[in-house]
């Protein structure tokens, strides 16, 4: 394939995308002022498909449930059906969406994003999430990129101070969905490209997730994504007590020492912690016991009593209660299915 193919597809692809979104964007602005009801479709739907986004679903698709994957860091997902809400524990990452739609709470927080869209997860977050588009034809597909502090932080130091916005000074929320650009669809699609031909994959995977890493830090939820590279920033603050609730989830928690860990006063830790997690700190210690509770009652034989004090609870009675609030099982009849269930995998 010579270079003035490859040049001429490039091309065509732009001139695709940019002419169906003003097609898009006029018929929508006609059919607001004529009050003839909802908008048209938007690029990246069935009517007006991204290219990008087309071939990002085929990749996924094809290499979904493959391991080991040549990109370090990197996931991919394939669902063919919607599921029950599941609580799970959301590590910092960046999600796109390809085909279908997922559903994330946060505490009284709910999150939708679909096809087109990305999240951006910054702490360590107790989440529950379910598909809500998903099926045998169309399946959910996306791709995660694990975000790691260390290389953040380096791209902030490359940049300078200047290429880029003063820094919020209050915590930011630890999650975010936004509508993907044009340039991050890109790259994501030239980093799972290497999927096709690892051998490469050593060499042009660091780059291309440089500059996937520079689209979110100069981009809509670039505030956020910074803060994850930041020593000193809030969100780098709030991330020391969270690590902390995590690592000693079954010892009594006293906020001002997690102030302390912090280098806050308790007030304000009390209320930037809530911005960043949708909790209090006592919550989210609760939440990270039940899910510990929960793996648990699924990898071994113990006694739910004795699973409920393993993991901090010093009544039996309370643990039982909570866990089913926060499953919708007791957790005796909750491990049973789990491990039925996973001996049928």
């Known amino acids: 394939m010579d270079d003035q193919f490859l040049q001429d597809t490039t091309v065509s692809r732009g001139v695709v ?86 559903r994330l709470t946060l505490g009284d927080r709910v999150y939708d994003y679909g096809a087109g869209q990305y999240l951006v997860v910054s702490v360590d977050l107790p989440v529950a999430g379910h598909y809500t588009q998903a099926g045998p034809e169309k399946p959910f597909l996306a791709c995660g990129l694990a975000l790691e502090p260390a290389k953040i932080a380096s791209l902030l130091l490359d940049a300078g101070t200047d290429a880029l916005p003063l820094p919020r000074r209050s915590a930011p929320h630890g999650l975010a969905v936004c509508d993907a650009p044009a340039e991050l669809l890109d790259a994501t699609v030239r980093l799972l490209r290497l999927l096709d031909r690892p051998g490469d994959a050593p060499v042009l995977a660091p780059l291309i997730e440089k500059e996937i890493l520079w689209r979110l830090i100069t981009g809509e939820q670039g505030a956020l994504v910074r803060q994850i590279g930041l020593a000193d920033s809030q969100l780098t603050h709030i991330s020391r007590a969270i690590r902390w609730i995590r690592d000693h989830h079954t010892e009594t928690l006293r906020i001002e020492d997690l102030a302390r860990l912090a280098g806050m006063s308790a007030s304000p830790f009390h209320r930037h912690f809530r911005a960043v997690t949708a909790l209090t700190p006592i919550q989210y210690q609760k939440r990270i016991r039940l899910q510990e509770a929960r793996l648990l009652l699924m990898s071994s034989t113990e006694d739910v009593a004795d699973v409920g004090f393993a993991v901090g609870y010093d009544s039996a009675s309370q643990f039982s209660r909570e866990y089913r609030r926060a499953f919708g099982r007791p957790p005796g009849q909750d491990a049973v299915r789990l491990r039925g269930g996973a001996q049928m995998v």
Request: with cysteine.
């Open 17 to 102: 995308r940019s002419i169906a979104s003003l097609a898009c964007t006029i018929l929508s602005i006609c059919r607001a002022a004529d009050g003839c009801g909802p908008s048209l479709p938007v690029l990246g739907s069935d009517v007006y498909p991204d290219p990008d986004l087309q071939e990002l679903r085929a990749l996924i698709d094809r290499h979904a449930g493959r391991a080991p994957l040549a990109v370090d860091g990197l996931r991919l997902t394939r669902a063919d059906r919607p599921e029950a809400p599941t609580a799970s524990l959301a590590r910092p990452v960046l999600a796109v969406v390809a085909q279908g739609s997922k």
